[in-house]
């Protein structure tokens, strides 16, 4: 079997933030230990005259360097009470209550080595009355910067610190705030932000037309803006410090598997996920570069599709081996089983197989990967299903027709 070579730089992140450490905080395992670790907390869903069988399969897998799992898992797998999703959405309602609630989670979640994702598009806009106190409501951006400050005084699991994605939407009143929020640099450090954008926003934008804004809590319209003079704003931000990206609502829901659950809303804080409130995800990625046929000439499609196969069952068996910070987020993450399989790696292949980047030859096999990486994901989880049951909100989902 080919064995993964740890680089230096590896090696350092690995005993910076992976390998378990003792009394005094020294490590106390390899990167190799690390591996049998991860592999054998995994295989723990398994049948137990299995176990060690998958156990050897998906160590030599990682060791290999095909794949690995998201942080979480490569940090707290066989831990006590690990937690070893990566990534968490939690719903926001306009009330206090529901504000401070997931502020609480999310605490509890980045102390787990977790990160969180947010819609604030349901809190009224800033200046709107409230009415169980006759004050006025400090809008999203004044709840955003408190979720900020806390992140800020938590470390994920004592080892990083928290990460979020905000999202407004934007016929939200106080978009214009929300867009021009990371301008200082110094602010708003431990969120990415994103517009979530409609179909009818761009529809508006091509007519050089106006969209409304509308007040969350009543659903009335407020005032007309330009969409041009929204989109504007937004490039001239993007440029300036990166933030905020675009979430594209209609696209997304499109794709929703589990329509009848609700609406995705938000995203994990990098973007790759979305999830309904109090869904968790947990991620892994397949190492394209490994995957060159003998030739040298191509890619080896046959192996890539094992790879991609033995990912799918470690990803689902880690929703089986994870222990949840809250017990909503077990409820719904064993409900509809989301997993999130990705790759890297694609730049070295393309050099491996002496493609440029900005070849119209990359652009091709870039898309056979993602249509051969979906097709055999899609056929490990339907065996999966035959072996073990479809997931238990099949009856409710787009799959079954």
Known sequence: MKRHVWSENARTVLEERYLLRGEGGRTTETPEAMLRRVACAVATPERPRAR???????????????FLPNSPTLMNAGKADGQLSACYVLPVEDSLDSIFDALKSAAQIHQSGGGTGFSFSKLRQRGAEVGSSGGV???????????DQATDAIKQGGIR??????????????IFEFIQAKRDLNSISNFNLSVGVTGKFFAALRADGAIELVCPHTGQGLRQVRAREIFDRLVEAAW????????????????NPTPRAGDFLATNPCGEQPLLGYE????????????????GQGVDWGRLREAVGLAVRFLDNVIDANHYPLAECEAITRRNRKIGLGVMGFADLLLLLGIPYSHERAVELGEQLMSWIDRCAKSESARLARERGAFPAFGFSVWNT
């Not at 610190?161 to 106080?174: C, F, K, T, Y």
């Open 52 to 66: 060690k069988l998958w156990e050897r399969r998906f160590h030599d897998l990682m060791q290999r360097g095909d």
């Open 137 to 147: 409501a400090g809008g999203p951006m004044a709840f955003l910067r408190i979720f």
């Open 161 to 174: 610190r928290g990460a979020n994605m905000g999202v407004l939407r934007v016929d939200h009143p106080d």
């Open 240 to 255: 300036a410090c990166g933030d905020p990206g675009l979430l594209f609502l209609d696209r997304m829901n499109e794709f």
């Open 280 to 295: 968790s995800c947990n991620l892994g990625s397949i190492q394209l570069g490994n995957f060159i046929d003998r030739s």
